[in-house]
């Protein structure tokens, strides 16, 4: 049996979902894993993955993974992390309107049209779906962020936003903007409010 299938059914069969399988150096074979998210749930509903929760699949593996003769020297199971990587539409559809970074596999080239250098493939923005209903968008602004306790001017005019489409085939990797808030996390308000 194939080391994808095996790490698949024994983390599935354990309540968990697969993330990201690694093979490293020296025999390292780093397996993620998250707790399953279903559409319609808050993502800061489901609960992280705790260190009782990597020893549950880390001792389930060892056993799994030599049942299957799969060699490694050594076994490593955590959480994805706050840079946690998108994989497919469903992770994108999870993290709908959060920070992310793209990396694409080619540069933008004549398709940046001047708006960005031609040769760039890297992007923060913000995670959307597609204006065309298809396919994803990040948005973001290349307006420097302010000077803490910088005064701004209201009369000064909002820099435009710019939006990148995307398909899953076009991106070497996706992953969260590690982005933390000592302040601890605030709901989400319309850009108007205070």
Do not use: H
Not at 44 to 54: A, G, L, M, S, Y
Not at 81 to 89: A, S, T
């Amino acid at each position: 049996m194939a080391l994808q299938q095996i790490v698949e059914e024994t983390v599935a069969g354990l309540g968990y979902e697969l993330v990201e399988i690694e093979r490293s150096a020296g025999g390292l074979l780093r397996i993620t894993i998250d707790n399953p998210w279903q559409e319609g749930v808050d993502r800061f509903e489901i609960p992280f993955v705790t260190v009782e929760d990597c020893e549950k699949v880390n001792r389930q593996l060892m056993f799994a993974l030599e049942v299957d003769g799969v060699e490694y020297r050594r076994l490593e199971v955590s959480s994805p992390g706050i840079d946690r990587p998108l994989k497919n539409d469903r992770d994108l559809a999870r993290f709908e309107g959060e920070l992310i970074d793209i990396t694409l596999k080619a540069p933008m080239g004549e398709a940046a049209a001047g708006l960005v250098n031609a040769l760039r493939k890297k992007f923060r923005g913000t995670l959307e779906k597609a204006e065309a209903g298809e396919g994803w968008q990040i948005v973001w602004s290349d307006a420097p962020e302010p000077k803490p306790g910088a005064r701004v001017s209201k009369k000064r005019p909002p820099v435009p936003l710019q939006a990148l489409g995307f398909t899953l085939d076009e991106l070497r990797e996706a992953r969260l903007a590690p982005v933390v808030d000592f302040k601890g996390r605030k709901p989400k308000t319309d850009i108007g409010e205070k």
